[in-house]
C-alpha cells in the first residue's frame, strides 16, 4: 500500500501525529483500501454495462487485480490484531476488539468470496457485484469505526510515546512477513 502524501486529507485521527506512527500508517493503509473500493464500484457498473462485449475482459481483469490487492492487504489487519490490540487488551480494553476480529474475518470471507469470482473465466455481473456490494459496504463502515472510534480510543489509553514506538517496530515486522 503506498502512503497518501497530505495528512490533511486523512481523518482528524491523525493530525498532529509524526508521520512514522503507527495510527497514521494504518489510517493511510485504510485510504488505499477506500480507493480500490471505490474503483471497484465503477468498475462493476462498467462490468455490467459492457455485458457479452470484449471490453468486459479488460474490466474483470482489473476487477481481478483489485480483488487480489484487498486480499493481499491482509498485514493491515495482522497489524491491528497482532499489535495494536493486545496493546489496547493490555491496557483493559476488550469489547470494542472482539468486534472488530469478528469483522475482520468477516470482511476475509467476503474478500476470499469477491476473490474467487473474479477468478471465474467467464463471471456472471451478479455472481461479482453482490461480493463487490456486500465488502464495499461492510468494508467502508469497518473503516469509519476504526478510524473514528477505535483508534482514537487507542491514542487515549496509550499515550506514552515509547509504547507507540515499540508498536511501530512490531508492526514492521508484520510487514516484512507479508512481503
Known amino acids: ?48 454495462d459492457a455485458a457479452g462485449t470484449p471490453e468486459a475482459r479488460t474490466i474483470h481483469a482489473e ?4 480483488a487480489e490487492n484487498l486480499v493481499g492487504a491482509e498485514p493491515h489487519h495482522e497489524k491491528e490484531e497482532h ?15 472482539r468486534v472488530m476480529r469478528r469483522e475482520h474475518d468477516e470482511l476475509r470471507r467476503w474478500k476470499k468470496r469477491l476473490l474467487a469470482a473474479a477468478h471465474e473465466a467467464h463471471p456472471d455481473t451478479e455472481a461479482i457485484a453482490e461480493p463487490v456490494g456486500t465488502l464495499a459496504g461492510l468494508l467502508r463502515d469497518h473503516i469509519h469505526k476504526e478510524n473514528e ?31
Not at 11 to 37: A, M, N, S, Y
Open 63 to 66: 476487477i481481478r487485480t483489485l
Open 149 to 179: 472510534v477505535l483508534y482514537p480510543m487507542a491514542l487515549s489509553v496509550i499515550a506514552d510515546p515509547a509504547a507507540w514506538e515499540q508498536l511501530v517496530r512490531q508492526a514492521a515486522l508484520v510487514d516484512r512477513r507479508g512481503s
Open 1 to 48: 500500500m503506498h502512503p497518501m502524501p497530505n495528512t490533511l486529507l486523512l481523518p482528524k485521527v491523525v493530525h498532529g501525529l509524526p508521520d512514522g506512527h503507527l495510527i497514521v500508517t494504518l489510517v493511510r493503509e485504510h485510504q488505499q483500501l477506500l480507493e480500490w473500493l471505490d474503483r471497484l464500484d465503477v468498475l462493476i457498473e462498467d462490468y455490467r
Open 83 to 97: 499489535v495494536l490490540f493486545p496493546a489496547l487488551e493490555a491496557r483493559g480494553v476488550a469489547m470494542p476488539l
